[in-house]
């Protein structure tokens, strides 16, 4: 069974930084892509950024802002963002993916005021 936990989140101001991580596990489990969505309140939920074999895809609206990285040796992804925007107020989601299975985390709250 596959376990995806998330932390981080938090209230911050306007043009501050949070970094999330989430740890990904489970035995014999190969998590191939790591990533971050986000759904915000009367919205769908939408692709923040992904990381796979290294490659990196990023939202447009948070390119330049938001860095996802990813340490193989824990099954963790990391996402720094910098330069928060209160349009950035979102459940945050972990998502992994394996050969034949997918899985997502519980979400963390992330509050940007102005």
């Known amino acids: 069974q596959v376990q995806v936990v998330e932390s981080g989140g938090g209230l911050v101001q306007a043009g501050g930084s949070l970094r999330l991580s989430c740890a990904a596990s489970?035995?014999?489990?190969?998590?191939?892509?790591m990533g971050w969505y986000r759904q915000a309140p009367g919205k769908q939920r939408e692709l923040v950024a992904i990381?796979?074999?290294?490659?990196?895809t990023y939202a447009e609206s948070v390119k330049g802002r938001f860095t996802i990285s990813r340490d193989n040796a824990k099954n963790t992804v990391y996402l720094q963002m910098n330069s928060l925007k209160p349009e950035d107020t979102a459940v945050y989601y972990c998502y992994v993916r394996g050969g034949n299975f997918n899985s997502w985390g519980q979400g963390t709250q992330v509050t940007v005021s102005s």
């Open positions: 990381i796979t074999s290294g490659l990196t």
């Open positions: 489970g035995s014999g489990f190969s998590f191939n892509v």
